[in-house]
């Protein structure tokens, strides 16, 4: 059963807009979550994360929002622009040392110019 | 600048044949894992590692064995290898806080069986 759902495989937008990526999860004890970015051929690399005792983080063109009662998490890029297109993974973690990272399926993005 | 090398971007190997992956990591952490990503899948847990010599099994243990002997080193073993096991692979290091569980990942290594 996937504890972490990623339910849109694709998304696509324009340059300039705003991209929302979208992630659910089940477990009620993951407490931490981040936003990977990956490119094909290259490892995924950290790009935001939120604790849940927070429901926003902002980093530049990047927001995360926390919605705990809907078990439901969102990334926002404002603006899109074509290197954002990658394969993004939402992950989620319960709060204990050395605990796996719990990762979704992923979205393609794709921000055409 | 954190470091997570893995020993091979790409390779090839037959079926039957006994594959080692390396992975190192600089930044001295204590946790260590190996993924496998497959399109449409996402990234699978196949063994994580908490210490030296300690191993834990993954969600999809089974194929692979896990050697952690020096804290930076950890290799995965595809005692013999088959189709199905052609992927991505990806190392991932982290250090155990209480403020999430932060991976570094290294630049993952396509294997190809045949």
């Known amino acids: 059963d996937q504890q972490v759902k990623q339910n849109s495989p694709s998304l696509s937008v324009q340059e300039g807009r705003i991209s929302i990526l979208n992630c659910d999860y089940t477990?009620?004890?993951?407490?931490?979550f981040l936003w990977y970015k990956k490119y094909p051929a290259e490892g995924p690399t950290f790009l935001i994360s939120?604790?849940?005792?927070?429901d926003k983080n902002e980093d530049g063109r990047f927001t995360v929002f926390l919605n705990k009662s809907a078990k439901h998490l969102s990334l926002h890029i404002v603006p899109s622009q074509p290197g954002d297109s990658a394969v993004y993974f939402c992950a989620a973690s319960a709060n204990q040392a050395g605990t796996a990272l719990i990762f979704g399926k992923g979205t393609t993005l794709s921000v055409s110019s | 600048d954190v470091k997570v090398t893995q020993s091979s971007r790409y390779l090839v190997k037959r079926t039957g044949e006994k594959v080692f992956l390396e992975c190192v990591q600089d930044m001295d952490h204590e946790n260590m894992f190996w993924y496998r990503q497959d399109p449409g899948l996402g990234l699978r847990l196949i063994y994580f590692?908490?210490?030296?010599?300690?191993?834990e099994k993954g969600d999809i243990p089974e194929g692979y064995s896990v050697s952690r002997e020096k804290k930076e080193r950890f290799s995965l073993i595809l005692e013999s290898a088959s189709t199905n096991q052609t992927s991505m692979y990806l190392c991932?290091?982290?250090?155990?806080?209480?403020?999430?569980?932060?991976?570094?990942f290294g630049p993952g290594t396509r294997l190809t069986v045949t």
């Open positions: 991932a290091s982290s250090y155990p806080t209480s403020g999430g569980h932060k991976q570094y």
């Open positions: 939120i604790s849940s005792i927070k």
């Open positions: 590692s908490y210490d030296v010599k300690m191993k």
């Open positions: 477990n009620s004890m993951f407490d931490y």
